[in-house]
């Protein structure tokens, strides 16, 4: 079984529409994210949830909007999509305790917008 | 804020070679650091994480070091396989809401 499982791999769009990425975590974590990955390999942290609430909202454009259904789910919607938002976006989970806080990846999906 | 830098950016040895991969931090005021593999096409996968009050972590042929008052880490990878080629990313996690800044990555090709 797949610990962090991310949908759909290969997401191809044009400019303007609205997408969503779907995560689902099998681990029992309390603690789930979004990286992006840009061009040039640089991972950033997008959001972070913790028991279904919003703990880190690293300056990301309001287009983007994670929501957590339950701890085991952390989807991320993106409205109005733009050439820019073209990156490979990790999710990931974590147990939450800070000190052994050992991340768990999924294995990402490519979005391509046209 | 925590920068992470990594050197080199690029390595290519002959299978056999014992190599360190370079990772300095800005912030000392850390609660772990971790290292993780990178594999084309795919996610990241943790390799080991030191907490803040350990010096190294170790699993099979590789060794990580911490020395956070000079801002360094080191990863050790003993006789190289042509699997170990992949990118390898440090990730220093801070407080303030339990952030991982990750390094720009070290990308290792092991040749036969």
């Known amino acids: 079984d797949t610990a962090v499982s991310q949908t759909p791999k290969y997401l191809v769009t044009q400019m303007g529409n609205d997408k969503s990425i779907k995560c689902e975590q099998n681990?029992?974590?309390?603690?789930m994210y979004w990286y992006k990955q840009d061009s040039k390999k640089f991972l950033k942290i997008m959001f972070s949830?913790?028991?279904?609430?919003?703990?880190i909202n690293e300056t990301v454009p309001n287009r983007f909007s994670p929501k957590s259904p339950d701890k085991a789910h952390l989807n991320l919607h993106i409205n109005s999509l733009e050439l820019g938002d073209s990156a490979v976006y990790f999710c990931?989970?974590?147990?939450?305790?800070?000190?052994?806080?050992?991340?768990?990846f999924g294995s990402g999906t490519q979005l391509s917008v046209l | 804020k925590q920068e992470v830098t990594q050197i080199p950016a690029a390595l290519s040895v002959p299978e056999g070679e014992n190599l360190v991969l370079n990772c300095s931090f800005t912030?000392?005021?850390?609660?772990?650091l971790q290292w993780f593999r990178q594999d084309p096409g795919k996610g990241l996968t943790s390799l080991l994480l030191i907490q803040s009050s350990q010096r190294e972590q170790t699993s099979g042929r590789l060794n990580a070091s911490l020395d956070k008052s000079s801002g360094r880490s080191t990863l050790y990878i003993a006789a190289s396989q042509p699997g170990d080629s992949a990118t390898y990313l440090c990730?220093?996690?801070?407080?303030?809401?339990?952030?991982?800044?990750f390094g720009t990555g070290t990308q290792l090709k092991v040749e036969l």
């Open positions: 990730a220093i996690l801070t407080g303030g809401g339990n952030k991982l800044t």
């Open positions: 912030d000392s005021a850390i609660y772990n």
């Open positions: 949830y913790n028991n279904k609430e919003l703990i």
């Open positions: 681990l029992g974590h309390d603690t």
């Open positions: 990931a989970s974590s147990h939450g305790d800070r000190r052994n806080e050992k991340l768990f």
